[in-house]
């Protein structure tokens, strides 16, 4: 039988050739756990009379949402992991020393592999896709039954074929082409399924491709991937890499649930305005609109890497900060950050009047660093826009690329980067 990439991936693991729609238990390559997420599934793990995990080099656990931790909960919250960790003498276990997003910290430190089958209690595990894995979020009991066993249980997944055709225009990023994916099929569009990403892949760079992968969760996927090209293997070949990479395609007559394609020359930046991802605009409409932002952020697992605060700071440099708006750029890793103070950046952030924070999910999820207030607006770099996700319910969120959310914070309102 003709194989997707994704399904190729579960025979592997599977040991036999699978199916569409098939129930399989697979083994696990890598099971990530976070600060929020892994206290349950310790819980889990100890209320089943369990003493050691299955796969101790193939469990990381990166303490992320809420560190340095906000309050007294968090901290306890923290606590538990922390404990966890040096209890079972974690070799990925990614605290303060060494912080970052997990989503941005996981492929950096080289601990994803192509061809694995990695699972994480965060949605958007899916963007290690990216890397030619299958990759995807489950509940935190899911988790702990991994931690025990050092499988899971799956349906495979029918495939949806993204073809991308075309050179995009100047700043057209992977978070337009995701959003314009998730406009054209909706939130459900591709529930359950695997989105596999293809085409003219040549003008994408790795953080283009894990913005794409990173929000398939957004149109329901149950992953996103992207087979390994020789951008793909540059990544990898700066990286001390956990284990061997192991490269799946998709065969030629593979059989796809549906093709779309996406012509990238023809598309502006895409705004998603409130309250779902799939409500996207043209950077234009949004322009006309005149909307006015309190605060643009620039961060998160989806658009927090170095690539961004580049657009952001060439688009800054010499200009301030609108008066009535407040600017927060938040680096996905410690390594990133470091990188962009070295080349000049963080100077340029300051002195535009931008506040830059620690890495952290923080301000993405309404944790902390960002919170909005009572029908404030944040044009941001995040991933969802759902009522409430970054504050008060009153409050408004609207999704765009690192250089859109530049331009808008020195307009004070949503604006064209072209334009600035």
Same mark, same amino acid.
């Given at each position: ?140 009991? =899911?988790?702990? /039954?991994?931690? &025990? ?5 799956? @349906?495979?997944?029918?495939? +949806?074929?993204?073809? $991308? ?87 030629? =007559?593979?059989? /796809?649930?549906? &093709? ?5 020359? @023809?598309?502006?930046?895409? +705004?998603?305005?409130? $309250? ?109 826009? $759902? ?34």
């Amino acid at each position: 039988m003709k194989q997707t990439i994704t399904q190729k991936i579960f025979s592997a693991h599977a040991n036999k050739e699978v199916s569409p729609g098939e129930i399989v238990e697979s083994t696990i390559d890598m099971v990530i756990g976070n600060d929020i997420t892994t206290p349950i599934s310790i819980k889990a793990f100890r209320d089943s009379g369990a003493k050691k995990l299955a796969n101790p080099n193939g469990f990381a656990i990166v303490m992320d949402h809420y560190i340095p931790t906000k309050d007294i909960m968090s901290a306890n919250q923290a606590k538990i992991s922390r404990e966890f960790a040096y209890e079972h003498d974690l070799p990925h276990f990614f605290d303060e020393k060494d912080m970052g997003i997990e989503h941005a910290l996981m492929p950096e430190k080289g601990l994803v592999i192509p061809g694995d089958v990695i699972i994480g209690a965060d949605s958007h595990t899916c963007t290690h896709g990216a890397l030619g894995a299958f990759s995807t979020g489950m509940g935190s009991t =899911d988790i702990a /039954y991994a931690m &025990i066993t050092g499988k899971n249980w799956f @349906k495979v997944p029918s495939t +949806i074929k993204v073809v $991308f055709k075309g050179k995009p225009s100047d700043h057209i990023y992977g978070k337009d082409l995701i959003l314009e994916v998730i406009r054209q099929i909706g939130v459900d569009g591709a529930l359950y399924k695997a989105l596999e990403f293809c085409g003219d892949m040549k003008y994408l760079d790795m953080d283009s491709r894990f913005s794409l992968c990173n929000m398939a969760i957004e149109a329901g996927a149950k992953n996103g991937i992207i087979a390994c090209d020789e951008i793909t293997k540059a990544f990898l070949d700066e990286r001390n890499l956990r284990d061997e990479p192991k490269f799946y395609y998709s065969d030629e =007559d593979a059989q /796809y649930e549906k &093709i779309i394609e996406i012509d990238m020359s @023809k598309l502006d930046p895409v +705004i998603a305005y409130p $309250f779902l991802p799939s409500n996207g605009k043209s950077i234009r409409t949004a322009v006309k609109d005149d909307i006015k932002v309190d605060q643009a952020f620039i961060g998160s697992c989806t658009n927090g890497r170095l690539s961004d605060l580049r657009i952001a700071a060439n688009i800054l440099k010499g200009k301030k900060v609108a008066k009535k708006t407040r600017l927060i750029i938040t680096p996905a890793t410690q390594k990133i950050a470091l990188a962009a103070y070295k080349e000049g950046l963080m100077d340029i952030f300051i002195e535009a009047g931008a506040v830059v924070s620690n890495p952290t999910c923080g301000a993405c999820l309404g944790g902390y660093m960002g919170i909005l207030g009572a029908g404030e607006r944040c044009i941001s770099t995040t991933n969802r826009n $759902f009522v409430g996700r970054m504050g008060d319910r009153s409050s408004e969120v609207y999704l765009a690329n690192s250089a859109v959310v530049a331009a808008s914070a020195i307009a004070g309102k949503i604006a064209d980067p072209r334009d600035i």
